[in-house]
């Protein structure tokens, strides 16, 4: 048995996705003139509650076109330091932007308001200009926590005292949605951009989007123009994630599958201050005494693993992994070295 559980990236499209994507109808999208794109953007609007959106190949991308609507060169932006904006992104927003980040503590996910208020008010003590609070919602790298709803009010109570912009990076937002009970719009409320993927725990095969008010999304498209973003007849695509945006309820069986494989780590290791309660979604990060020992024993047993930091072993759960696929998991995490 072969079992994926390094990201929920490496899903595959479903069979009604590849026949959505063969019957897709398209245009030129440089020229705004796709069917297809122009219903998954209306789409993604209506659910985060936004007056518009843009289609974009990557998470990535879309955030970085976020730091440059909402900011500009010589800004800052206050954000965890240990989100995806900051440490996965290859130090793309300082490059792109010309942004310096201010980073806060962001260990189980949600940054303390105090935290983001004062980081702010650094700008009237010769520092950075603070014009934008990047947050990230699931948090990955705390284990996909979710922010409680009201932490997000009060961070967004800070930013409009502030008068400073607030994007969202909810490549996981859905997960969040479904966890909290929350809707997306609800979620994405008190955020000024939201960018979501396609291509995790929805299974599209590629893409996210971003979206904001109508005018900023007019500057963004310039912007992922300049970044080589902008594609052509991307109905073909863009048709893939209309069915992804179906799907999103069937996350709850991937929250489930996290937490057994939770249990699992909890009860094999139960001196290394795992508590398998923090699993809200589908991430477990851990750090087992012997990371390298326990990546080996379970590609030997075709259980296939990822590290996010030194000594912090990942595993996500995902649509391309089944109950079976979970029991075969845990068997081998219990018999680990």
């Known amino acids: 048995m072969q079992v994926d559980l390094r990201s929920d990236t490496v899903t595959r499209p479903t069979p009604e996705m590849r026949r959505a994507m063969?019957?897709?109808e398209v245009g030129d999208d440089e020229y705004d003139e796709d069917p297809t794109v122009r219903r998954l953007q209306e789409r993604f609007a209506e659910l985060t509650g936004k007056e518009g959106a843009l289609y974009v190949p990557s998470g990535t991308m879309a955030n970085q076109i976020a730091l440059r609507c909402l900011t500009r060169p010589g800004d800052a932006v206050v954000t965890g330091r240990h989100q995806h904006i900051v440490l996965f992104e290859e130090g793309a927003g300082p490059i792109n932007a010309g942004i310096t980040f201010l980073t806060v503590d962001d260990r189980v996910g949600p940054l303390d308001p105090d935290h983001v208020e004062q980081a702010i008010e650094s700008g009237r003590h010769h520092q950075p200009q603070v014009r934008l609070i990047a947050l990230e919602d699931?948090?990955?790298?705390?284990?996909?926590?979710?922010?409680?709803?009201?932490?997000?009010?009060?961070?967004?109570?800070?930013a409009a005292r502030r008068?400073?912009?607030?994007?969202?990076?909810g490549a996981r937002l859905w997960n969040?949605?479904?966890?909290?009970?929350?809707?997306p719009a609800q979620r994405a409320a008190h955020a000024t951009t939201v960018m979501c993927c396609l291509s995790k725990g929805l299974g599209a095969p590629v893409g996210s989007l971003l979206a904001g008010p109508g005018g900023l999304i007019e500057e963004a498209r310039l912007h992922r123009k300049r970044l080589g973003g902008t594609m052509r007849q991307s109905g073909v695509i863009a048709a893939a994630g209309l069915v992804a945006l179906g799907r999103i309820d069937r996350l709850a069986e991937d929250h489930e599958r996290a937490r057994r494989l939770a249990v699992a780590v909890?009860?094999?290791?139960?001196?290394?201050?795992?508590?398998?309660?923090?699993?809200?979604?589908?991430?477990?990060?851990?750090?087992?005494?012997?990371?390298?020992?326990l990546l080996g024993h379970l590609a030997d047993g075709g259980v296939r693993a990822g590290t996010v930091g030194p000594g912090r072993v990942r595993l996500?759960?995902?649509?391309?992994?089944?109950?079976?696929?979970?029991d075969h998991a845990c068997v081998l995490i219990a018999k680990a070295p």
């Open 163 to 169: 008068g400073v912009a607030v994007h969202l990076d």
């Open 316 to 326: 996500v759960t995902h649509a391309d992994v089944d109950d079976g696929g979970i």
């Open 22 to 24: 063969a019957g897709a």
């Open 138 to 158: 699931t948090h990955m790298a705390a284990g996909g926590r979710i922010w409680p709803a009201p932490s997000l009010q009060a961070v967004a109570e800070v």
């Open 266 to 293: 909890a009860e094999r290791w139960p001196g290394i201050g795992f508590e398998p309660g923090t699993v809200e979604t589908n991430i477990v990060i851990f750090a087992p005494p012997d990371p390298d020992g």
């Open 176 to 183: 969040a949605s479904v966890a909290s009970g929350l809707t």
